[in-house]
């Protein structure tokens, strides 16, 4: 739903009954509304204007026979103010949203008794403001959530919990990302350690070289871009198959494309590199097993800072930095003022600039490669 356009205050879905609630289509429709109107109050939390002058929030306008639990109600109110200091860090980084807007589709509707769980779909744009003609002039997403509505003794549904379905981050999400195990490799293997990259700006000067290694950085872009939301069936989809989801396994496609060639070998040896439909090497889907294969071949060397990335670059985070790293993205644009914008999946994202990841993750590690 674009942002700015008005709900009709207290949707009502079906008389209220004491018995076990019937969830008939008017139901369903109200449920995903008041979904649409849960993320678009989030999307909204991060867009230009004083908490004064923000507009009312709309799950305010629910009540009767759906609306939010008492519980939900403080965790959105939770939500939207760490989202709001998350638009006041970016800020600080030259960074505003001028424009949001958010759609909801409802996926599933399974109801058990006075319980109903609805799967649904967000679909968000951001747009950057004051959008200079390097720089991108929009971000989104795409991602996935688990809406539970309970219906309580007069038969009124109550939204109460909402839970991220993928496995990686959204620029509205405020829940702490899902950490990957940590991977192993064999003592005398000696996997090599990538050093931390520094999040301060301005970065050390460190321009790419876009001819000299002989890859195609153009077309590692074109393929990221196709593919961010639309994922290519000539490989496996590993999206909420568990920690880190489908993120290197899109980054390695997109290196593919652009030139990266297979070492075929066992599939648990990170210095092989391989992936197609049918079978993929550790090193082509896994976050730590990429960076060891990436580092020990020298198909990347690191950077210092991850603000120096350029258009096919590789980027990784350790969220809780425990050492073992936990989601991988490519860098897809970079701007006149020292910007890079990562794509990546899991939650498929576009576009998403390294301000905004430093801004909403603070605490985690980051490492950058030059590939």
Not at 252 to 262: E, V, Y
Not at 289 to 311: G, H, M, Y
Not at 327 to 342: E, F, L, N, S, W
Request: hydrophobic share 35%; proline share 5%.
């Amino acid at each position: 739903m674009v942002a700015g356009v008005a709900l009709v205050p207290n949707w009502s879905a079906g008389a209220a009954v004491t018995n076990d609630p019937t969830v008939d289509a008017a139901t369903k429709a109200t449920f995903q509304k008041l979904a649409d109107a849960v993320f678009t109050d989030r999307t909204q939390a991060l867009v230009g204007g004083t908490t004064q002058s923000a507009p009312q929030q709309r799950t305010h306008r629910f009540s009767g026979d759906v609306r939010l639990s008492g519980t939900q109600t403080r965790q959105q109110k939770s939500a939207l103010t760490e989202l709001r200091g998350r638009k006041d860090r970016l800020a600080k980084l030259g960074e505003r949203y001028s424009a949001g807007s958010t759609t909801v589709k409802l996926d599933a509707t399974q109801v058990k008794g006075r319980r109903a769980t609805v799967d649904v779909t967000e679909t968000t744009s951001l747009t950057y403001k004051k959008v200079r003609a390097d720089q991108p002039r929009t971000t989104g997403f795409q991602a996935h959530h688990e809406l539970t509505f309970k219906a309580d003794g007069n038969g009124d549904w109550q939204l109460t919990d909402v839970k991220d379905t993928d496995d990686g981050l959204a620029v509205n999400q405020v829940a702490q990302p899902e950490v990957a195990k940590p991977a192993t490799a064999a003592d005398d293997d000696n996997p090599p350690e990538a050093p931390k990259a520094a999040t301060t700006r301005p970065a050390p000067a460190n321009p790419k070289n876009m001819t000299a290694s002989g890859y195609d950085y153009q077309a590692m872009v074109t393929y990221a871009t196709k593919y961010w939301s639309t994922y290519n069936t000539e490989y496996p989809d590993f999206n909420g198959a568990g920690a880190g989801g489908d993120c290197t396994n899109f980054v390695s496609q997109s290196l593919k494309a652009g030139g990266w060639k297979h070492v075929p070998g066992y599939t648990n040896d990170f210095h092989k590199w391989f992936g197609t439909k049918d079978i993929q090497s550790d090193s082509f889907v896994g976050v730590n097993e990429f960076s060891w294969f990436a580092l020990s071949s020298k198909r990347v060397t690191p950077l210092a800072n991850v603000f120096q990335a350029d258009i096919g670059d590789v980027i990784q985070m350790d969220f809780n930095k425990d050492g073992s790293k936990d989601h991988t993205m490519i860098v897809t644009k970079r701007d006149a003022q020292g910007v890079p914008y990562v794509t990546y999946h899991s939650t498929n994202t576009y576009n998403r600039s390294v301000a905004s990841l430093v801004a909403s993750y603070p605490t985690a590690a980051f490492y950058a490669y030059r590939t």
